[in-house]
């Protein structure tokens, strides 16, 4: 029985009701029954009373002059017009004089004229017994556990009381009709449950659903995992309907508190990050500083060879793009540049070429990019280097990785595609995080770096994984470049 209780509400409603539909259809079945069967047996009743006042009226003057013959057949005629199809046709019919002894019988072989009453049968014992209770009337005597029913009518007129005339009915000619009534609500108890069970389990299916999705929902509470439910699942305003918006006010609850708690761990991270790149950005700037000085004076020298010369131009773009990547660890430095131009993108081409030969990579490189653009060129170099770095790692040997890069109306947008193995959504929901990396030797510093440049010009980043290959995208407007 306890198993029974523990069944899922989806089981439980549609099982109760499918019994209480049974337990009532049973019922009902069985009151129309027994009521048919009442009814039977009154009507034939009611129709032995009134044969027997028939006889009865019929019988005063035969046995008033001792005529026993012609009792015989008056007792005898309501036989001439039995038919088989009668199944309450009287089974014998008797006439007993004032000293209880048969006067003249339907059945003279078995119950001879002067037998005594009692002497018959047990239950013609029970008859003799009521025999005093007798009045004018016509009664009925059904002797306990015997198969007969007598309708006892007297033979009297006025004060005379000749005897009475006794009916006797066997009960088994009831169960003919007590089966076709019986076969009757049957069928109508099956029809009706071929009905309302299916509505049952529809109903119990429907109102149990909502239930089993809160109760799953309210499991995953526990487990830090807050969703909210859509209304279409119940969108009624009744208990239940309460219930689902209580619910969905403590997941909305919930999900903020946990965007909260998000917020402070990577604020805490974001000022042990801030300690950290303190203490580089002061020992690396003074070297750099010297180095960019040095530079420039070698620049001044007007007997510089060309090519000397355009090494020096990319060593000092590389020197003054890691002075920024040190100002955009301090996360608060404000980022300043000269502007754009494609001569910045074809040196991220130039650095990364020997990496792109040495995996053997299909490389395509797309730029579409005016003169130039107001946007820190060290900053986006530094951020396209970042991602075609992270690209070429990813992809396999002889892989492919793709570059596009166009400006627009609204800015620069930057598309770096490779064919490797495609990111869960464990680690694209935490890719842009600091020291979260999915690489052994990674220290989860490169993604987070390139996420806060473009997010100091104002831009967007994200990462998906798309027909079969990882896309990074990055724009950068240039409405929020000062």
């Known amino acids: 029985m306890r198993r029974l209780l523990n069944l899922s509400v989806r089981y439980k409603i549609p099982l109760w009701g499918s019994l209480l539909i049974i337990t009532t259809a049973i019922i009902i079945s069985a009151m129309l029954i027994f009521r048919a069967y009442a009814d039977l047996k009154q009507d034939l009743l009611r129709n032995a009373a009134s044969q027997g006042r028939i006889l009865a009226v019929t019988l005063f003057p ?23 199809e009668n199944p309450v046709q009287v089974e014998t019919l008797l006439v007993v004089n004032r000293d209880l002894q048969v006067y003249v019988s339907t059945r003279p072989e078995e119950i001879p004229i002067l037998t005594p009453l009692e002497r018959i049968s047990p239950a013609y014992a029970v008859l003799a017994s009521e025999w005093g209770k007798l009045d004018t009337e016509t009664r009925v005597i059904e002797p306990e556990g015997a198969d007969q029913i007598f309708v006892v009518t007297p033979i009297a007129e006025e004060s005379a009381r000749l005897g009475a005339l006794v009916q006797v009915f066997s009960k088994s000619v009831l169960l003919p009709r007590f089966l076709e009534s019986a076969d009757r609500a049957a069928m109508m108890a099956g029809l009706v449950l071929t009905i309302l069970l299916p509505i049952n389990w529809y ?19 526990g487990r830090g995992e807050a969703q909210l439910l859509p209304a279409t699942i119940y969108d009624y305003n009744d208990e239940v309907g309460r219930l689902f918006e209580a619910y969905n006010r403590t997941a909305e609850q919930l999900q903020e508190k946990a965007s909260l708690e998000k917020q402070m761990l990577q604020s805490e991270r974001l000022a042990a990050i801030g300690r950290l790149t303190a203490g580089i950005a ?117 892989g492919c990785v793709c570059v596009q890069i166009a400006s627009n109306s609204d800015g620069l947008a930057i598309d770096v595609w490779n064919d490797g193995e495609p990111l869960s959504p464990e680690k694209l929901l935490h890719l842009f995080e600091p020291f979260f990396t999915s690489k052994e030797s990674g220290h989860g510093l490169g993604l987070w770096v390139t996420y806060q440049m473009v997010r100091q010009l104002g831009g967007q980043i994200t990462a998906s994984n798309e027909e079969g290959r990882i896309r990074f995208s990055v724009h950068f407007p240039l409405e929020s470049v000062a």
């Open 203 to 221: 109903w119990g299916q429907r109102t149990a659903e909502p239930l089993v999705r809160l109760t799953a929902s309210m499991e995953s509470l």
């Open 62 to 84: 035969a046995i008033l002059h001792d005529d026993v013959w012609r009792s015989y057949e008056i007792v005898n005629a309501p036989f001439h017009g039995a038919t088989p």
């Open 282 to 398: 002061h020992e690396v700037n003074n070297p750099l500083a010297g180095m960019l000085t040095a530079i420039d004076t070698l620049k001044q020298r007007p007997d510089l060879d060309p090519k000397v010369a355009k090494t020096v131009g990319l060593i000092e773009r590389g020197l003054s793009q890691i002075a920024d990547t040190v100002r955009a660890l301090l996360v608060e430095a404000k980022v300043s540049s000269r502007s754009l131009v494609p001569a910045d993108i074809e040196d991220v081409c130039t650095l990364l070429h020997a990496q792109i030969i040495r995996k053997h990579l299909n490389f395509e490189w797309n730029v579409q990019i005016p003169e130039s653009m107001a946007l820190p060129a060290n900053v986006v170099r530094q951020v396209l280097i970042n991602l075609t770095l992270n690209a070429i790692q990813a992809a396999p040997a002889e």
